[in-house]
C-alpha cells in the first residue's frame, strides 16, 4: 500500500545519508525540506522531497498536510512504564523536604512500586502498560525501551518482562525489554546486599536468557544503590547470555558508573547529573550513548547534568522521559525536548537530535528509526499547524502532534 502525504510545510530531520548517531557540534543541524512530499510503502519510507519534484504519482491514500509539518516520532530510549499505582504520597513528602534517598531509606520510592508489583496481576500490568503506551503514541512517540525492576523477586521480574514481550506482540510501536533486576536493594537483602547480586546473577538472568525475556539489562549503580563491584559482577553475567548493559549512572553522586558503562561497553549510560570531566573524557572514547532524562531532573528538583559541556567536547547525548511513577510520572516525550531547551540551554535543533536519532541509538534502532530516511520505518508524525519547527518547544506543555503513523499505518 502506498501513501503520499503532500503539501508539508516543512518536513523534519531528513537524512540522506543515513548516521547511526549525532555528536557534538553535529547536534545543532537538522536537514529540513520546505514544501514537501513524503511517500511510505507499506511500512517503510519509499522517498521524500520538495513538492515541486512530485509529478504524476498512483497512491492508494493520500493526507494533505498543508500547514503542517512531519517529524519522525521520537525513540523513548529509558522508562519504567509497566507499574502499578501510582505515587503522589511520596510526592508530597518530597516537597516537605524528604530526599529521594531518604524516601527510599525507609522503604519507600521503589520499594513500594515493588510491593505492588508483587500483588499485581500480569493482566493488570499489562493493560494498564497498553493504555500508557497509547497515550506516548499519541505524544508522538514511536519506539520504547521499558524496564523490569519494580519486581525485586525473581518472580515478579519474570512476570515484569513477560508483560512487556505482551506488549510488543499487541503494540505496532517498537518496543526493547530490559531485565533491572539491581533496581533497589529489598530490605530482607540489606547489610547483605552481596546475596541479592547473586540472586541476580544465579537467577535473575539465566531465566529471562532462557525465555528471551531480556534485550538488555541495567543496573541502578549509584551512591546508596549497587556498587561498580556489584555492577560489575552482574554486567559480566549478563555478557555471558549476550545482554549489552544500559546503566543507571551518576544520578546521585560521581560513582564510577559511567566508567564501569564503558568498560562494559554499554549502549547506554543513563542520568549522568554527577558527571565531571574525567567521565565525560571516559565516554569520548566509547560507543556508549550518553543519556539525560530530563523529567526526573524536573521531578525532583536536581542539579542538571552538563548537556552544554559534554556536547561541546565532542560527545553525542540523548534525551528520554524515564517514565515511571516515582520520578517521572509522564511519558510526554515534547515536554522533554521543551525541558531540553530551558533547563539544559540546548538549541531546538538539538533536543530533536537527543529525542530521535540519539535516543534511537541508546535503545539500538537508529538503523531503521530516528529520522526521515528512505528505507526506514514510516513511523512519523503530522502536527497541528504551527508556525515553526522551533515552535514545538516553544508551546510547551499543549499536544502539537494531530496524526500517528506507525510502521506506515495510521494510529
Ligand atoms: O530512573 N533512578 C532510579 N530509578 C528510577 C526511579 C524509579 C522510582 O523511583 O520508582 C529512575 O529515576
Ligand atoms: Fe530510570
Redesign the pocket.
Known sequence: MRTIIKNIKELVQVERQPKLRVCGTDMAHIETIKEAYLIIDDDKIAGFGPMSELGEQHADNEVDATGRMVFPTFCDS?T?MV?AGS?EIEYIDKIRGLS?DEI?KRGG??L??AKRVQEASEEQLFEDALQRLDMMARYGTGAVEIKS??GMTTEAEMKMLRVIRRLKEASPLTIKSTLLGA?GIPMEYRGRQEKFVDLVIEEMIPQAAAEGLADYIDV?C?QG?FTVEDTERMLEAGARYGMRPKI?AN?MACSGGIQVAVKWDALSC??LEYTGDAEIECLLHSATMPTV?PG?AFF?NMQHAPVRKMMDAGLPVAMAS?Y?????PSGNMQLIVSFACVNYRMVPEEAINATTINSGYAMGVSDVLGSIAVGKLANLYITKPIPTFEYMPYAYGENKVEQVYIKGRRI
Open positions: 529509558h519504567h507499574y505515587r529521594y527510599a520510592g521503589i513500594n512500586s525492576g519494580y533496581h541502578f549509584d544503590f543507571h544520578e543513563d542520568h532524562l526526573a525532583l524515564d515511571n511513577p516515582g520520578s517521572s
